[in-house]
């Protein structure tokens, strides 16, 4: 059984990385897709506008625990460089609706979305070392930035 204070740390922790996964996606919706976006020829496996919110809502909560789950078995210092990548993949993620919606560039926001995937697959390894179900958390949120680099090259390639 958890003594008081661990549990509260741990669940202190938790609500720190769902901040920082949420606070990525209040940046994602500050830049709507609007009117640019609209008018854009899209591929048919462009999913419709709806389905974004609820995958990413999922997305977020997932990243956020794999992460708790890497700082709970340690520290930040025990696991700086796996917790390190995480922040990095969290970082360049924020980028990508800046890049792509904010400034309709396109082709940054897809050198955006590779050197995401790289991070993050190095995220999935690093955390794999300490936690599999951690790593396997992530593996959703590595199959949506490679459907989302498919998605991003096929909308700069029909405009």
Known sequence: MMKADSRT????GLVVFLVMCF?????GAAF??????????????????????PVWTLLYVLMAVAAWRVW???SWHEHRIALSL?????????LWSPLFFGLKRMDLALINLL?????????????????????????PYLAWVSFAGVLNYSLLSLN
């Open 32 to 53: 709507p897709p609007g009117d640019w976006y609209a008018a854009l020829a899209k591929p048919s496996f462009n999913p419709p506008g709806w389905v974004f919110g």
């Open 9 to 12: 740390r741990a669940i202190l």
């Open 23 to 27: 606070s990525v996606a209040a940046i």
């Open 115 to 139: 050197l995401l995937w790289v991070v993050l697959l190095a995220t999935i390894v690093r955390f794999r070392r300490t936690s599999r179900l951690a790593a396997g958390l992530l593996f």
């Open 72 to 74: 709970c078995e340690g």
């Open 86 to 94: 995480f922040v990095l993949q969290l970082g360049l993620n924020g």
